[in-house]
């Protein structure tokens, strides 16, 4: 059976984990979330849906240690499980998977795997009117008390790998790289569901648009759409509350669709932060269509 490793590569969100858990909803397919940055910020491999019982992804298929000796060889600090050894274990625990979907949203993470296992990579470029994802990076260092312009330098940060995520999709043979729009996906979750079956060559599956009626095991992301998993299954929700800034669980926990456009930026960004945003920003955003 062909095996195929989807990385999913845009800005900080931009919504992959939602993106991600839709693809999830696909038999053949299995959404991870992210696995660098949890593990570089020192925080515990823990899949957030499965709370307080052993998570068949993160637990019996992989094993924290084992995440953590993978990231550490990835960053030259330790021997570890090399290239593509991650992906391998989870195609053999779950056979009736075709597709690991890797939410990392990490470049040099991507090529660090490609071409190193017995399966083929594609990847799946996330755009958003970064306005958005803008505010949402003010929104976040505040929560967290960083030093004022923080989210400048992210923005500062983003823009570099735009550049490279661009020239990825510019080089890319034609069928290995697709473009979605986090809007689109709002709107039309179906749809996009199917359109990216086509391009994966599998059977549409309508449950893809249902991502609040299961679990997906994830680590790291936005714990936001977990949040809306868990409430729409009446399952307990403390632990996951308390990793989240108070202004997350409110929005999140007051959605009542499982697709909502996150549309904050436009109360959220004074005159000043649009001036700013523009500067470092806005030609990219204007690239990407969106004005």
Sequence with gaps: MDRTVIQILCPSRSGSTLLGNVLDGHPQILHIGEVVAPVQKGRPVRCRSCAGVPCPVWDEALGASFVRAAVARFEGRAEGPGPGELYERLFAAFAGIRFVVDGSKNLEWAHYHEGRGSYATRHLLLRRDLRGCFASWKRTAKERGAAPGHHLSVARGVREAIEALDALARSADEGRCAVVRYEELVADPLGQARRLCAWLDVPPDDGMADHL??????????????LQQRLARGEDTGALQDEMAAPQRRFYGSLDAPFTHD????EELTREDLRCFDEILGAANAAWGYR
Excluded: E, K, M, Q
């Design 263 to 266: 549309l904050r930026w436009r």
């Design 213 to 226: 009626g299961r679990a997906a095991h994830l680590i790291g992301g936005n714990p936001g759409p977990v």
